[in-house]
Every structure is written in C-alpha cells, then in structure tokens.
C-alpha cells in the first residue's frame, strides 16, 4: 500500500530557532501533499495545501511566512517553522493522496512529528 | 469550514464485545473514510467508501456510507486490547477537495 514517510519524528529546539520537517511518498508520486496540526485530544486540523511547483495554499488563520510549505518534487514536502515559539508545540502530521483510478483516493497520512519548542 | 459530528466522543468496552461509531453532517459527502490513531503515529486508513449505501468489511470492522450522503457508520466485531485507540472519520465534499475530519472516538478495551 501507499507510504508516507516523515522525518524527524521527535523534535526539540529552543525558542527562536527553525525547525524543518520532511515528507515524502515512497512508493507514488504526489502532486499534493497537505499538513496537519493536532494538539492533545483534539482532532487534525488542515494548515495548507502543498502543491508541487508552485505555491502552497494556506488555511485561514495560519500564517504564511511562519509556516513556509516548499514542495520541489513530486515526492517530497518540506514544512519549516520559522522562529519557532513554545505555542507552536504540537503534532505536525503531513499526508498525501495516492493516486487511484476513477475518482477519489484515501489520504494516506505520515507519523508525524512531536515539535517540543522550549 | 465544514463539520463531521462524530459520536461517541469516547468509549470504555469489555475485551470481546462489539462497539459501533458514527458520523453525520449536514452536508452530502461523495466519500467517507475512517481511520485509526494511535498514540504519537500518524493516522492509518482502515476503510475507505466511496457510493452512497456501500457496506465494507476490513476484517473485524465493517462500515457504511448511509444512503443520504450524510452518514456512516464503523462496527468493530469482539473487540481486543490493540483496538485501543481514537478513531476519525473523514471525507471531502467534493471530488478532490480538502478533508473534513470529526471530532474522533476514543477507545478503550479492558482485558
């Protein structure tokens, strides 16, 4: 089946610092790729849309030039939180859609990355 | 943006006996996709459905795509211990639209 692989999966750095979070599909190629945010007990909340050769588009309320998206191939994702701060402690899971004839694919989802800013 | 109602928010089951979950919107939905979590990973799909009425099984887990587009439904069968975990439901609107998740089920199973 479709996997997607996310590195690092634990993360600690000081506050002010950037922090950057790959993600790749092995075994497909994903034109879209899309990260997530989870804090404790609550559910996945979708921060932006990575599309391959172009720019990433964002959700409302998530800052753009914090969270920069670079997606420079058809299999990798990156995600860099720029000066980094203890509110951006969270779960950062990234997901990409394997491709699947005649409409809509599942959402298959990397294991994320705990970022601990401290 | 777009709500899945997720029910119920948790459970605390017997090892052995079966648990249903569920998830309704307001909204028609084209697909509808369950997952599981476990603690610190990512979630796994377990079933995805994808025409209104299709009933899918994945081992013990059975689960539906109700006929209004609205709904669906996940069964899980004699339960165990490594069923522990919170399970989500999600789904696009739209054909290639970003997904909607519910609020999540958490699990327990007690040996």
């Known amino acids: 089946g479709a996997v997607v692989s996310q590195h690092p999966s634990r993360v600690i750095c000081k506050s002010g610092t950037s922090v950057k979070i790959e993600c790749r599909s092995l075994?497909?190629?994903?034109?879209?790729m899309f990260w997530y945010r989870q804090f404790p007990k609550q559910s996945l909340m979708l921060m932006a849309t990575?599309?391959?050769?172009?720019?990433?588009?964002?959700e409302q309320g998530v800052e753009k030039d914090k969270f920069l998206i670079n997606h420079a191939s058809l299999t990798l994702s990156t995600l860099t939180v720029t000066s980094a701060h203890p509110e951006d402690s969270s779960f950062y899971i990234c997901?990409?859609?394997?491709?699947?004839?005649?409409?809509?694919?599942?959402?298959?989802f990397g294991n994320g990355t705990r970022l601990t800013v401290t | 943006g777009q709500q899945l109602n997720q029910s119920p928010q948790s459970m605390f089951i017997q090892e052995g006996e079966d648990v249903s979950m569920n998830c309704t919107s307001s909204?028609?939905?084209?697909?509808w996709l369950w997952y599981k979590q476990d603690p610190g990973e990512g979630p796994v799909l377990l079933i995805a459905l994808y025409k209104a009425g299709e009933l899918t099984s994945n081992g013990r887990l059975t689960a539906q795509f109700g006929i209004t587009r609205k709904d669906s439904f996940l069964n899980i069968s004699a339960s165990i211990p490594s069923d522990v975990g919170i399970y989500f439901c999600a789904g696009p609107r739209t054909s290639g639209s970003r997904l909607t998740f519910g609020e999540g089920t958490q699990l327990t199973v007690n040996p």
């Open positions: 997901s990409a859609r394997a491709p699947r004839q005649g409409g809509n694919s599942p959402l298959h």
């Open positions: 075994d497909f190629q994903a034109t879209t």
């Open positions: 909204s028609i939905f084209n697909t």
């Open positions: 990575s599309n391959e050769g172009s720019k990433a588009t964002y």
